[in-house]
């Protein structure tokens, strides 16, 4: 069964010809350049640069950026899709090259000035720097008013950060990093976030963390010593800049979510029509029928919460409530469809000799990264509540 011609199909409504061909070379992509590869490098716990550089060249960094950056300059739908499809063969990859779209590069491109852009953001939508993106700190997860990297302007007009990051995706490998970090106080006595550029130069790798899941992917913890830092829009708007990318940084993450879900859902049902016992095949067997259906209800309501926040910042509205659900549906209902997918192939799919095992424990992430579930009920409650209190001050 070649589960890559499923995308195309599945979703040629909601995307342009020219995004069904573009999805069509990332599928292709994915069998030649990564599918070889994959149970090497997890077994590695790495990715090979090689494989960043050929991405950039094949249009996957970058894939909603202006064109004259070099970028596929396609719809969030499409990326969204392209990231799921990448879900699909190696969830590494896909939460490296996600996390580069959306906030490495995104970061940049939405907030930086042209000569930065050009500097710092078409090496890497070429291919031929990595990025990485660096808010998170041991005493700065959810909440980011535990933030100790300070950033100290100099004369010369740039500025030096000290400070600690934890699980930065890339963060030892990035030829260039968008690094959070205070610069004072607001006038609510919160600290003040401003948003920097900082060179590989600057930056010393203390160790790359393991991992429960996501094992080739680099998720590093780093240092800045008096690192040279260039400021990235404007001063104290480092906050309100990352919660705006992560509204898309979210459906990427959700995609990735349906993504891996999709491909343990593909091994499930192939299994399911070759595996016989009690003389039959456990396809046949209601109890397997209904993981079965349940995995492919859950997965079609991720993938249509997907794209109705893709299709809404296509529209140039805002997601924050649409984001974040369909991010804590689509990763919760991910972990649900791998766990019932791996007990539908039972000890085959709890042994290594099967990928459901590596998508099982690479679906967790969905539900921490770029803010926790319980981050984003509290999003969603947040934001309901405050339209039925305008609703009802209204009446
Ligand atoms: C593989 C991986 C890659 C990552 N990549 C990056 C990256 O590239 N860049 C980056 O900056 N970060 C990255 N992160 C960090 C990630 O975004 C954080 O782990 C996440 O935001 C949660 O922060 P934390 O782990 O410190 O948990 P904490 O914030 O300490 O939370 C601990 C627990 O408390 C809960 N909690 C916290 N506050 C509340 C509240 N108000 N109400 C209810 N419950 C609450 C949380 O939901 C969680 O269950 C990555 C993490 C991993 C594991």
Not at 179 to 193: H, N, S, W, Y
Not at 197 to 212: A, C, D, H, L, N
Request: glycine share 8%; net charge negative; with cysteine.
């Amino acid at each position: 069964m070649d589960t890559s011609t499923l995308i195309t199909g599945q979703f040629d409504d909601y995307i342009t010809e020219r995004e069904r061909s573009f999805l069509d070379k990332v599928s292709a992509f994915c069998r030649t350049e990564i599918d070889p590869h994959t149970a090497r490098w997890e077994e590695e716990e790495r990715l090979p640069r090689e494989i960043f550089e050929k991405a950039g060249q094949n249009g996957l960094v970058g894939i909603a950026m202006p064109e004259k950056y070099g970028g596929q300059g396609l719809s969030l739908t499409a990326f969204a899709l392209a990231i799921r499809e990448l879900g699909k063969h190696d969830p590494a990859v896909a939460l490296d090259l996600a996390a580069q779209n959306t906030l490495g590069v995104g970061h940049i491109v939405a907030f930086a000035s042209e000569d930065q852009i050009q500097r710092y953001a078409v090496p890497q939508i070429t291919g031929e720097w990595i990025g990485a993106w660096a808010l998170t700190e041991p005493n700065a997860g959810s909440d980011t008013n535990g933030m100790e990297t300070v950033a100290t302007p100099k004369d010369d007009g740039n500025w030096e950060i000290t400070g600690h990051k934890m699980f930065i995706t890339q963060g030892r490998t990035a030829d260039v990093l968008v690094v959070m970090a205070t610069t004072g106080t607001t006038p609510k006595r919160r600290k003040e976030i401003s948003a920097f550029i900082v060179e590989k130069s600057q930056v010393e790798g203390i160790r790359k963390i393991p991992t429960y899941g996501m094992r080739a992917s680099e998720t590093s913890e780093i240092r800045l010593n008096n690192a040279k830092a260039e400021l990235l829009g404007e001063r104290g708007r480092g906050q309100a800049q990352a919660l705006e990318l992560l509204d898309k940084g979210r459906i990427g993450v959700a995609a990735m979510a349906a993504g891996i879900a999709q491909a343990s859902l593909d091994i499930a049902l192939r299994f399911s029509l070759e595996r016989h016992q009690f003389g039959r095949q456990i396809a046949d067997f209601q109890s397997i029928q209904n993981k079965l259906a349940d995995c492919a209800m859950e997965l079609d309501a991720a993938d249509m919460l997907i794209l109705k926040a893709a299709a809404m910042q296509d529209r140039g509205m805002k997601t924050i409530k649409e984001s974040a659900v369909a991010k804590l549906y689509s990763s919760e209902a991910a972990t649900r469809i791998c766990n019932r997918a791996m007990q539908i192939c039972a000890g085959r799919g709890y042994s290594r000799d099967m990928a459901i095992e590596r998508f099982l424990r690479d679906a967790k992430i969905c539900e921490i990264g770029e803010g926790t579930s319980e981050i984003q009920r509290i999003v969603i409650s947040r934001n309901i509540l405050k339209e039925a209190k305008a609703a009802l001050e209204a009446e």
